[in-house]
């Protein structure tokens, strides 16, 4: 017998069960379009040239050891992060009211502000988009939030933002609600709110007292410009909001498996500044102790010099200009091949992924016919196309699509 015996079987995580499926296809011409990692032009994972520089120093450097951190992170990366999200200039910045918590990845910091607003904050409800990223619900339910819903987002006929829908729902959510919205690059539609589609949000988020927890997963992945893709972050400062952001160096870093996030606190004021990060660090106390130093120590060496800043700056460039490439072919291709149906949406719509509007038997078609591998909702990776595969992608989707 087994304490484990009568445990049942939790259910698969879909994209992580995608890439097992396309491991496991013995055809050689396969495309896994559903992970959310960067993928060069031939396809293959991209170790940032200027984290291999930081490294390599870093390797040598005897100067540095393996002592633990602050339980809170590291202090240089807290402080460059924060920078890099809000600019160097924000008022919220000059006033010290802006405190940051190095976390396990984005998810990490969401888990972080979640596990706050429950225990601190007394925060029951949480709203989400819908759709969105497979893991905000989780989170929030696994930190013992009761009430967790999405408001509508995504209108499937018209392609783009349903914001008449999400006004309506988030007008009508209960007091004491967290929102999370995504700060640029939408997962998985690519589809945000316009600014002044922003400005009705946060003056319903004042009015209803909400709290924001911005998600901030892709900065630099919409436009390639970091400054322009934080615009939110700073709006919402310069709306006079109190809020969270949960910032990852995951994909605009490439360091995935590293885990490096960042939970921001902006606050009224400094002394409640100083009290809000004494409970995180109570939180990040009990939950993992104290942060890993490698891809901290990574970010806030680039971050920290004008000469590697600039190089990365131009990294993550290459990268969304190889995305909005990829959008622009590939809208191009569906084109010339006549497919039914508009294909603008490809090259409105920004960040990491596509929403196709691909219908589930589509999908089917996509995976069981051209060993293409994407989520069942139709959300592509569009790094994951290339100019050697495009010709064969486009087709497929012509094929499954008439
Ligand atoms: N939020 C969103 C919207 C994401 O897409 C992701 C990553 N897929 C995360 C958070 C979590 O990022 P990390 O891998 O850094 O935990």
Redesign the pocket.
Known sequence: SSFFGDIEMAPPIEVFNLTRQYNEDPNSKKYNLGV?AYRTNDGKPWVLPVVRTVEAQMATDETLNHEYLPVAGMPDFRKEAIKLLLGENCSAIVENRVEGVQA???????RVCANFCKKILNFDNMYTSNP??G??MGIFKACGFSNVKQYRYWNAETRSIDFEGMIEDLGAAPDKTVVIL?GCC??PTGVNPNKDQWRQIIDLVIEKKFMVLL?E??QGFATGDLDADGWTARYLVERGLEFFV?Q????NFGL?NE???NLVIVCANSDVKVKVRSQMEMIVRTTWSNSPNHGARIVATVLNNAATLDEWKNNVKEMATRIILMRKMLKEKLSALGTPGSWDHITNQTG?FSFTGLNPSQVDVLTKKYHIYLLKNGRINMCALTTHNIDYIAEAIHHAVT
């Not at 396990?104 to 969401?110: F, S, V, W």
């Open positions: 959310g396990i990845g984005g998810t990490g910091a969401i969105t990223w893991n905000h995504h939408h997962n998600d997963a892709y949960s990852s160096f995951s994909k995935y885990r490096i996030g990491m």
